[in-house]
Protein backbone atom coordinates (compact mmCIF):
# COMPACT_ATOMS: atom_id res chain seq x y z
CA UNK A 1 0.00 0.00 0.00
CA UNK A 2 1.82 2.82 -1.20
CA UNK A 3 1.85 5.69 1.90
CA UNK A 4 3.48 8.83 2.58
CA UNK A 5 4.71 9.55 6.58
CA UNK A 6 5.59 13.26 7.18
CA UNK A 7 8.57 13.72 9.36
CA UNK A 8 10.23 16.62 10.98
CA UNK A 9 13.48 16.59 10.05
CA UNK A 10 15.05 15.76 13.68
CA UNK A 11 13.48 13.24 13.44
CA UNK A 12 14.01 11.10 9.90
CA UNK A 13 16.43 8.60 11.29
CA UNK A 14 14.09 8.30 14.51
CA UNK A 15 11.40 6.91 11.80
CA UNK A 16 13.03 4.54 10.46
CA UNK A 17 14.45 2.63 13.11
CA UNK A 18 11.22 2.89 14.72
CA UNK A 19 9.35 1.65 11.77
CA UNK A 20 11.77 -1.40 11.53
CA UNK A 21 11.19 -2.09 15.09
CA UNK A 22 7.26 -2.06 13.98
CA UNK A 23 7.66 -4.54 11.31
CA UNK A 24 7.80 -1.74 8.46
CA UNK A 25 11.43 -1.42 7.52
CA UNK A 26 11.69 0.91 4.85
CA UNK A 27 8.99 2.89 5.03
CA UNK A 28 8.67 5.76 3.31
CA UNK A 29 8.95 8.67 4.62
CA UNK A 30 9.30 12.87 3.72
CA UNK A 31 10.73 15.12 5.19
CA UNK A 32 9.72 18.50 6.38
CA UNK A 33 12.93 20.91 6.80
CA UNK A 34 13.82 22.11 10.55
CA UNK A 35 10.91 22.04 12.98
CA UNK A 36 7.26 22.97 12.60
CA UNK A 37 6.90 25.03 15.71
CA UNK A 38 9.87 27.76 14.88
CA UNK A 39 8.60 28.51 11.56
CA UNK A 40 6.56 30.84 10.33
CA UNK A 41 3.71 29.71 8.14
CA UNK A 42 5.13 31.28 4.86
CA UNK A 43 8.52 29.66 6.04
CA UNK A 44 6.69 26.21 6.96
CA UNK A 45 4.42 26.99 3.38
CA UNK A 46 8.13 27.72 1.33
CA UNK A 47 9.50 24.40 2.97
CA UNK A 48 7.02 22.08 2.45
CA UNK A 49 6.21 22.99 -1.47
CA UNK A 50 10.44 23.13 -2.09
CA UNK A 51 11.29 20.12 -0.08
CA UNK A 52 8.50 18.02 1.50
CA UNK A 53 6.00 17.33 -1.45
CA UNK A 54 8.29 15.76 -3.79
CA UNK A 55 9.42 13.36 -1.03
CA UNK A 56 5.63 12.72 -0.50
CA UNK A 57 5.78 12.02 -4.48
CA UNK A 58 8.75 9.72 -4.34
CA UNK A 59 7.26 8.17 -1.07
CA UNK A 60 3.50 7.27 -3.33
CA UNK A 61 5.23 5.83 -6.67
CA UNK A 62 8.82 4.49 -6.11
CA UNK A 63 9.45 1.31 -4.54
CA UNK A 64 10.85 1.32 -1.23
CA UNK A 65 14.42 -0.55 -1.59
CA UNK A 66 14.46 -4.02 0.08
CA UNK A 67 15.16 -4.42 3.78
CA UNK A 68 18.63 -5.42 5.08
CA UNK A 69 18.40 -8.47 7.23
CA UNK A 70 19.15 -8.49 10.44
CA UNK A 71 20.03 -11.48 12.27
CA UNK A 72 20.27 -10.79 16.50
CA UNK A 73 22.70 -13.32 18.35
CA UNK A 74 21.55 -15.90 19.87
CA UNK A 75 20.28 -14.80 23.46
CA UNK A 76 22.15 -18.03 24.91
CA UNK A 77 24.99 -18.32 22.90
CA UNK A 78 28.52 -16.88 23.24
CA UNK A 79 28.97 -13.02 20.90
CA UNK A 80 32.35 -12.72 21.83
CA UNK A 81 35.66 -14.00 23.89
CA UNK A 82 37.86 -12.01 25.30
CA UNK A 83 40.30 -9.76 28.01
CA UNK A 84 37.63 -7.72 30.28
CA UNK A 85 38.65 -4.57 28.00
CA UNK A 86 37.83 -6.56 25.04
CA UNK A 87 34.65 -6.90 25.84
CA UNK A 88 33.50 -4.02 26.99
CA UNK A 89 35.31 -2.22 23.54
CA UNK A 90 33.27 -5.04 22.09
CA UNK A 91 29.96 -4.09 23.31
CA UNK A 92 29.94 -0.35 23.14
CA UNK A 93 31.07 -0.98 19.43
CA UNK A 94 27.87 -2.85 19.18
CA UNK A 95 25.63 0.01 21.67
CA UNK A 96 24.94 -2.86 23.99
CA UNK A 97 26.87 -0.65 26.60
CA UNK A 98 25.51 3.45 28.28
CA UNK A 99 29.33 4.09 27.71
CA UNK A 100 30.70 2.67 31.16
CA UNK A 101 32.62 -0.45 32.03
CA UNK A 102 29.91 -3.25 31.70
CA UNK A 103 30.24 -6.55 34.02
CA UNK A 104 30.84 -9.07 30.68
CA UNK A 105 27.80 -11.64 31.26
CA UNK A 106 29.36 -14.91 31.32
CA UNK A 107 27.28 -17.93 31.06
CA UNK A 108 28.32 -18.42 34.85
CA UNK A 109 26.85 -14.99 36.24
CA UNK A 110 23.96 -15.01 34.07
CA UNK A 111 22.53 -18.62 35.48
CA UNK A 112 23.53 -17.11 39.54
CA UNK A 113 20.95 -14.75 38.70
CA UNK A 114 18.53 -17.36 37.42
CA UNK A 115 18.45 -19.06 40.75
CA UNK A 116 16.74 -16.19 42.73
CA UNK A 117 13.58 -16.71 40.46
CA UNK A 118 11.17 -19.70 39.85
CA UNK A 119 10.44 -18.42 36.22
CA UNK A 120 11.78 -20.51 33.29
CA UNK A 121 14.68 -18.40 31.75
CA UNK A 122 12.66 -18.40 28.49
CA UNK A 123 9.70 -16.80 30.29
CA UNK A 124 8.46 -13.99 28.23
CA UNK A 125 7.75 -11.12 30.77
CA UNK A 126 6.48 -8.67 28.10
CA UNK A 127 7.01 -7.40 24.09
CA UNK A 128 8.83 -3.76 24.40
CA UNK A 129 8.49 -1.12 21.92
CA UNK A 130 10.12 0.34 19.79
CA UNK A 131 12.35 -2.80 18.71
CA UNK A 132 9.31 -5.17 19.32
CA UNK A 133 12.09 -7.83 21.15
CA UNK A 134 10.58 -9.90 23.97
CA UNK A 135 11.92 -9.15 26.95
CA UNK A 136 12.71 -12.81 28.80
CA UNK A 137 13.81 -13.74 32.24
CA UNK A 138 17.01 -14.72 30.84
CA UNK A 139 17.46 -11.18 29.03
CA UNK A 140 17.23 -9.37 32.90
CA UNK A 141 19.82 -11.44 34.10
CA UNK A 142 21.96 -10.66 31.69
CA UNK A 143 21.24 -6.60 31.65
CA UNK A 144 21.49 -7.28 35.76
CA UNK A 145 24.82 -8.73 35.36
CA UNK A 146 26.23 -6.19 33.17
CA UNK A 147 24.94 -3.36 35.23
CA UNK A 148 26.95 -4.45 38.17
CA UNK A 149 23.95 -5.78 40.47
CA UNK A 150 23.99 -8.76 42.36
CA UNK A 151 22.56 -11.69 42.07
CA UNK A 152 19.83 -11.14 44.73
CA UNK A 153 18.45 -8.75 43.18
CA UNK A 154 16.80 -10.34 40.47
CA UNK A 155 13.41 -10.43 41.65
CA UNK A 156 13.07 -6.72 41.67
CA UNK A 157 14.83 -6.84 38.22
CA UNK A 158 12.06 -8.76 36.69
CA UNK A 159 9.47 -6.72 38.43
CA UNK A 160 10.60 -3.96 36.89
CA UNK A 161 10.81 -5.41 33.39
CA UNK A 162 7.38 -6.30 33.83
CA UNK A 163 6.33 -2.64 34.66
CA UNK A 164 7.96 -1.77 31.54
CA UNK A 165 6.16 -3.88 29.37
CA UNK A 166 3.03 -2.92 31.24
CA UNK A 167 1.32 -1.08 28.33
CA UNK A 168 -0.31 1.59 31.13
CA UNK A 169 3.38 2.96 31.58
CA UNK A 170 4.03 3.15 27.95
CA UNK A 171 7.51 2.63 27.42
CA UNK A 172 6.89 3.50 24.02
CA UNK A 173 7.46 7.07 25.04
CA UNK A 174 11.20 6.88 26.96
CA UNK A 175 13.06 8.65 23.91
CA UNK A 176 10.62 11.77 23.72
CA UNK A 177 12.44 14.80 23.06
CA UNK A 178 12.01 16.64 26.68
CA UNK A 179 14.53 13.71 27.85
CA UNK A 180 12.36 12.72 30.89
CA UNK A 181 13.94 9.71 33.06
CA UNK A 182 12.07 7.15 35.31
CA UNK A 183 12.50 7.04 38.73
CA UNK A 184 12.02 3.82 40.69
CA UNK A 185 10.42 3.65 44.02
CA UNK A 186 10.86 0.57 46.05
CA UNK A 187 8.75 -0.45 49.28
CA UNK A 188 8.58 -3.51 51.38
CA UNK A 189 11.31 -5.62 53.31
CA UNK A 190 13.51 -5.88 50.70
CA UNK A 191 15.19 -2.75 51.31
CA UNK A 192 16.44 -3.42 54.62
CA UNK A 193 17.26 -7.01 53.30
CA UNK A 194 19.19 -6.48 50.39
CA UNK A 195 20.88 -2.64 51.67
CA UNK A 196 18.73 0.15 50.18
CA UNK A 197 20.07 3.25 51.27
CA UNK A 198 16.43 5.18 52.32
CA UNK A 199 18.56 7.71 54.76
CA UNK A 200 20.83 10.33 53.98
CA UNK A 201 21.82 10.66 50.71
CA UNK A 202 18.74 9.11 49.37
CA UNK A 203 18.77 9.75 45.45
CA UNK A 204 22.55 10.08 45.59
CA UNK A 205 24.89 7.34 43.95
CA UNK A 206 27.21 5.12 46.38
CA UNK A 207 25.14 2.41 47.48
CA UNK A 208 25.28 -0.84 45.21
CA UNK A 209 21.56 -1.40 45.63
CA UNK A 210 20.41 1.87 44.49
CA UNK A 211 22.77 2.67 42.21
CA UNK A 212 22.97 -0.71 39.91
CA UNK A 213 19.78 -1.19 39.51
CA UNK A 214 19.35 2.28 38.45
CA UNK A 215 21.77 1.67 35.87
CA UNK A 216 19.98 -1.38 34.76
CA UNK A 217 17.06 0.38 34.55
CA UNK A 218 18.64 2.47 31.39
CA UNK A 219 20.72 -0.40 30.24
CA UNK A 220 17.08 -2.38 29.35
CA UNK A 221 15.89 0.40 27.56
CA UNK A 222 18.55 0.24 25.19
CA UNK A 223 19.03 -3.22 24.77
CA UNK A 224 15.58 -4.65 25.36
CA UNK A 225 13.25 -1.99 24.15
CA UNK A 226 15.72 -0.28 21.42
CA UNK A 227 15.95 3.02 22.68
CA UNK A 228 19.21 4.75 21.28
CA UNK A 229 20.84 8.17 21.25
CA UNK A 230 20.99 9.76 17.88
CA UNK A 231 18.41 7.31 16.54
CA UNK A 232 14.97 5.87 18.86
CA UNK A 233 15.99 8.27 21.49
CA UNK A 234 14.97 12.00 20.94
CA UNK A 235 15.97 13.68 24.02
CA UNK A 236 16.80 16.88 23.62
CA UNK A 237 18.48 16.62 27.03
CA UNK A 238 18.80 14.00 29.33
CA UNK A 239 18.98 13.74 32.90
CA UNK A 240 20.33 10.27 32.55
CA UNK A 241 19.54 7.67 35.20
CA UNK A 242 18.12 7.77 38.14
CA UNK A 243 18.80 5.55 41.25
CA UNK A 244 16.28 3.56 43.49
CA UNK A 245 14.46 5.46 45.57
CA UNK A 246 13.54 3.22 48.75
CA UNK A 247 11.03 4.42 51.19
CA UNK A 248 11.82 4.81 55.12
CA UNK A 249 8.85 2.63 56.26
CA UNK A 250 10.07 3.15 59.30
CA UNK A 251 8.65 6.54 60.03
CA UNK A 252 5.28 5.64 57.81
CA UNK A 253 4.10 3.27 60.05
CA UNK A 254 5.09 5.42 63.23
CA UNK A 255 2.63 8.50 61.45
CA UNK A 256 0.32 5.91 60.20
CA UNK A 257 1.19 6.83 56.60
CA UNK A 258 0.65 4.84 53.68
CA UNK A 259 3.53 3.60 51.09
CA UNK A 260 3.88 5.08 47.67
CA UNK A 261 2.86 0.84 46.48
CA UNK A 262 -0.05 0.93 48.72
CA UNK A 263 -1.18 4.32 47.24
CA UNK A 264 -0.82 3.01 43.94
CA UNK A 265 -3.42 -0.25 44.81
CA UNK A 266 -0.72 -3.03 45.99
CA UNK A 267 -0.96 -4.44 49.70
CA UNK A 268 1.90 -4.18 51.84
CA UNK A 269 4.83 -5.86 50.70
CA UNK A 270 7.71 -6.05 48.38
CA UNK A 271 6.66 -3.88 45.45
CA UNK A 272 8.50 -1.51 42.72
CA UNK A 273 6.71 1.86 41.36
CA UNK A 274 7.91 3.25 37.89
CA UNK A 275 7.25 6.81 36.90
CA UNK A 276 8.89 9.01 34.36
CA UNK A 277 8.98 12.68 35.39
CA UNK A 278 11.37 15.58 33.51
CA UNK A 279 12.84 16.89 36.08
CA UNK A 280 12.89 18.47 39.89
CA UNK A 281 14.13 20.12 42.40
CA UNK A 282 15.02 20.61 46.05
CA UNK A 283 12.50 22.12 48.65
CA UNK A 284 15.32 23.39 50.87
CA UNK A 285 15.17 24.66 54.33
CA UNK A 286 11.25 24.09 54.85
CA UNK A 287 10.94 25.95 57.88
CA UNK A 288 7.99 25.68 61.03
CA UNK A 289 6.51 23.35 63.41
CA UNK A 290 3.14 23.31 61.74
CA UNK A 291 1.18 22.00 59.14
CA UNK A 292 0.35 26.02 58.46
CA UNK A 293 3.98 26.89 58.69
CA UNK A 294 5.19 23.76 55.93
CA UNK A 295 2.09 23.54 53.77
CA UNK A 296 2.38 26.77 51.75
CA UNK A 297 6.29 26.40 50.56
CA UNK A 298 5.76 22.77 49.93
CA UNK A 299 2.68 24.36 47.17
CA UNK A 300 4.63 26.94 45.99
CA UNK A 301 7.31 24.76 45.13
CA UNK A 302 4.62 22.65 43.11
CA UNK A 303 3.25 25.60 41.23
CA UNK A 304 7.38 26.79 40.14
CA UNK A 305 7.99 23.39 39.32
CA UNK A 306 5.45 22.33 36.70
CA UNK A 307 5.38 24.31 33.60
CA UNK A 308 4.15 22.99 30.59
CA UNK A 309 3.41 20.21 31.80
CA UNK A 310 0.05 21.34 32.74
CA UNK A 311 -0.51 20.06 29.24
CA UNK A 312 -1.19 16.81 31.40
CA UNK A 313 -3.43 18.46 34.11
CA UNK A 314 -5.82 19.85 31.68
CA UNK A 315 -5.31 19.10 27.17
CA UNK A 316 -3.20 16.78 26.01
CA UNK A 317 -3.82 14.02 28.29
CA UNK A 318 -6.60 15.82 31.04
CA UNK A 319 -5.57 13.99 34.65
CA UNK A 320 -2.73 12.67 33.76
CA UNK A 321 -0.44 14.71 35.77
CA UNK A 322 0.96 13.02 38.72
CA UNK A 323 3.73 15.24 40.56
CA UNK A 324 5.65 13.19 43.20
CA UNK A 325 7.06 14.99 46.99
CA UNK A 326 9.20 13.49 48.57
CA UNK A 327 9.50 14.48 52.16
CA UNK A 328 12.21 13.83 55.17
CA UNK A 329 10.96 12.05 57.54
CA UNK A 330 11.13 14.85 59.88
CA UNK A 331 8.73 17.07 57.24
CA UNK A 332 6.24 14.05 57.88
CA UNK A 333 6.77 13.50 61.29
CA UNK A 334 5.69 17.21 62.19
CA UNK A 335 2.80 17.41 59.74
CA UNK A 336 1.51 14.17 61.22
CA UNK A 337 1.86 15.48 64.27
CA UNK A 338 0.00 18.63 63.33
CA UNK A 339 -3.12 16.42 62.54
CA UNK A 340 -2.23 15.46 58.88
CA UNK A 341 -2.66 12.25 57.24
CA UNK A 342 -1.58 12.01 53.98
CA UNK A 343 -4.74 12.13 52.32
CA UNK A 344 -5.24 15.70 54.41
CA UNK A 345 -1.62 17.05 53.12
CA UNK A 346 -3.01 15.78 49.66
CA UNK A 347 -5.98 17.82 49.76
CA UNK A 348 -3.97 21.00 51.55
CA UNK A 349 -1.69 21.10 48.59
CA UNK A 350 -4.39 20.10 46.27
CA UNK A 351 -6.23 23.71 47.91
CA UNK A 352 -2.92 26.15 47.76
CA UNK A 353 -1.30 24.64 44.91
CA UNK A 354 -2.94 27.03 42.42
CA UNK A 355 -1.32 29.87 39.68
CA UNK A 356 -4.01 32.08 37.93
CA UNK A 357 -5.85 30.62 34.91
CA UNK A 358 -4.51 33.09 32.39
CA UNK A 359 -1.10 31.89 33.26
CA UNK A 360 -2.39 27.88 33.05
CA UNK A 361 -3.61 28.87 29.60
CA UNK A 362 -0.64 30.40 28.25
CA UNK A 363 1.29 27.22 29.24
CA UNK A 364 -1.14 24.81 27.30
CA UNK A 365 -1.65 26.96 24.48
CA UNK A 366 0.22 30.07 23.76
CA UNK A 367 3.65 29.26 24.67
CA UNK A 368 3.69 25.70 23.97
CA UNK A 369 1.66 24.33 20.83
CA UNK A 370 0.58 21.11 22.61
CA UNK A 371 -3.22 21.73 22.62
CA UNK A 372 -5.06 22.40 19.21
CA UNK A 373 -8.38 24.20 19.17
CA UNK A 374 -9.80 25.81 22.58
CA UNK A 375 -7.58 26.51 25.03
CA UNK A 376 -9.75 28.24 27.31
CA UNK A 377 -10.17 26.44 30.84
CA UNK A 378 -13.85 27.31 31.71
CA UNK A 379 -14.77 26.84 27.90
CA UNK A 380 -13.08 23.12 28.40
CA UNK A 381 -14.43 22.40 31.31
CA UNK A 382 -17.80 23.69 30.21
CA UNK A 383 -17.21 20.62 27.10
CA UNK A 384 -16.62 18.09 29.65
CA UNK A 385 -12.93 17.94 28.84
CA UNK A 386 -11.61 19.04 32.36
CA UNK A 387 -13.10 18.80 35.57
CA UNK A 388 -15.30 21.78 37.35
CA UNK A 389 -13.06 23.21 39.33
CA UNK A 390 -11.29 24.57 36.19
CA UNK A 391 -14.61 26.05 34.97
CA UNK A 392 -15.59 28.07 38.08
CA UNK A 393 -15.89 31.29 36.35
CA UNK A 394 -14.02 33.15 33.17
CA UNK A 395 -12.11 35.68 35.83
CA UNK A 396 -8.58 35.25 34.37
CA UNK A 397 -7.03 36.21 37.59
CA UNK A 398 -8.67 33.41 39.21
CA UNK A 399 -6.54 30.77 40.98
CA UNK A 400 -6.53 27.08 39.48
CA UNK A 401 -5.01 23.56 40.49
CA UNK A 402 -2.01 22.30 39.24
CA UNK A 403 -3.60 19.08 39.35
CA UNK A 404 -7.03 17.56 38.74
CA UNK A 405 -8.08 16.05 42.08
CA UNK A 406 -5.86 15.49 45.15
CA UNK A 407 -4.93 12.19 44.46
CA UNK A 408 -2.98 13.26 41.56
CA UNK A 409 -0.10 14.48 44.13
CA UNK A 410 2.08 11.47 45.26
CA UNK A 411 3.89 12.17 48.92
CA UNK A 412 6.73 9.63 49.31
CA UNK A 413 9.10 10.05 52.47
CA UNK A 414 12.72 9.02 52.54
CA UNK A 415 16.01 11.18 53.16
CA UNK A 416 18.26 12.52 56.23
CA UNK A 417 15.70 11.95 59.10
CA UNK A 418 16.95 15.92 60.67
CA UNK A 419 17.13 17.93 57.12
CA UNK A 420 14.28 19.52 56.58
CA UNK A 421 13.89 19.21 53.18
CA UNK A 422 12.26 18.20 50.56
CA UNK A 423 11.82 17.13 46.59
CA UNK A 424 9.71 17.87 43.85
CA UNK A 425 9.25 15.86 40.49
CA UNK A 426 7.56 17.11 37.97
CA UNK A 427 5.61 14.13 36.03
CA UNK A 428 5.56 13.35 32.00
CA UNK A 429 2.02 12.37 32.26
CA UNK A 430 1.03 9.64 30.30
CA UNK A 431 4.34 9.35 28.83
CA UNK A 432 5.12 7.58 31.76
CA UNK A 433 2.48 6.82 34.04
CA UNK A 434 3.01 5.62 37.56
CA UNK A 435 2.67 1.72 37.21
CA UNK A 436 3.68 -0.34 40.19
CA UNK A 437 4.16 -4.11 40.46
CA UNK A 438 4.40 -6.60 43.52
CA UNK A 439 8.00 -8.16 43.97
CA UNK A 440 7.68 -11.84 43.82
CA UNK A 441 9.88 -13.83 45.56
CA UNK A 442 11.46 -17.61 44.66
CA UNK A 443 9.49 -20.20 47.15
CA UNK A 444 13.53 -21.07 48.42
CA UNK A 445 14.32 -17.03 48.92
CA UNK A 446 15.17 -17.61 52.28
CA UNK A 447 17.89 -20.46 51.70
CA UNK A 448 19.25 -18.02 48.94
CA UNK A 449 19.33 -14.65 50.71
CA UNK A 450 21.50 -16.52 53.36
CA UNK A 451 24.06 -17.87 51.17
CA UNK A 452 23.83 -14.80 49.62
CA UNK A 453 24.63 -13.13 52.75
CA UNK A 454 27.33 -15.62 53.65
CA UNK A 455 29.48 -14.63 50.63
Known sequence: MPSASLVCEGFVGQAATTAAGLGMPNLPAAAVPGHVDAQSAEELRRNIIAVTVDGVVRSLTETP???????????????????????????????????????????????????FTDDAPAEELGVLPPDRRSATVWAVAVNGVMAGCRPEYMPILVALVEAMADPRYGVEHSGNTP????????????????????????????????????????????????????????????????????????VLRRIGWTTIAEDQGVAAGN????????????????????????????????????????IFTVGLATGTQKPLVILSPILAETLARGGLSKGDLKARLFAEARLPAWKFER??????????????????????KAPAVFGESEEPNRLVPVVCQPDDIMIGVSGDSLRTNAYCFVHNGMLGYPTTKPVRLPRAWPELLGAARAR
Open 179 to 250: GAETLIVLNGPLIKQLGFNYEQGALRDGFQANTSIGRFWRLCLRNLAGFLPHKTDKGTFGNTWRVVLAENEE
Open 65 to 115: ARPRTVTEPDPSGIVFEGTFDEVNRFFYENEWSDGLPVVPPTGERVQEFLR
Open 363 to 384: YIGEWTNLLPGERSLAALARAG
Open 271 to 310: AVTISRYTGGGVIASVFGSSPERIVPYLADALVRQIGWEL
